[in-house]
């Protein structure tokens, strides 16, 4: 698995610990990160790729709203809802990733640590997301 796939799941496993409201940033720094089976530099990256997003997190919230039609965000699935906060934060402010990369990478870890419909439903999404930024 490459470093930035291992530091997209760290990420994921980050935001959804948060989002469940079981723990702060702080504390995955702290106890999660050095537990986790990964190279430091994956680490690192996921470290910050959590911090891009959840520092945005109520833009790139909003802007999911808008896309998911007749979805609210709290009745997605958690995993679901996560992957798409990671590549929404990959697609609007992360230069260096083509739009096309982050789609991939959120359908193929959502299809890893979901389900395979959650891959069409993260994709449907995205695909929006990315239309309406052209």
Do not use: C
């Not at 982050?102 to 359908?107: K, R, S």
């Amino acid at each position: 698995m490459g470093l930035k796939r291992r530091s997209r799941e760290l990420a994921l496993q980050m935001l959804f610990q948060m989002d469940m409201g079981t723990v702060q940033l702080k504390d995955l720094e702290e106890n999660f990160l050095p537990q986790a089976s990964a190279a430091d530099m994956a680490k690192v990256m996921a470290l910050q790729m959590v911090r891009n997003t959840w520092d945005r997190l109520s833009d790139i919230d909003r802007r999911l709203r808008n896309l998911a039609e007749h979805w609210d965000l709290a009745r997605m699935a958690a995993v679901d809802r996560n992957i798409l906060r990671l590549a929404t934060y990959e697609i609007l402010y992360d230069a260096e990733i083509p739009k096309s990369v982050a789609i991939n990478e959120a359908i193929e870890i959502v299809k890893r640590y979901s389900t395979e419909e959650s891959g069409k439903f993260v994709n449907g999404i995205l695909d929006k997301l990315d239309k309406n930024q052209n």
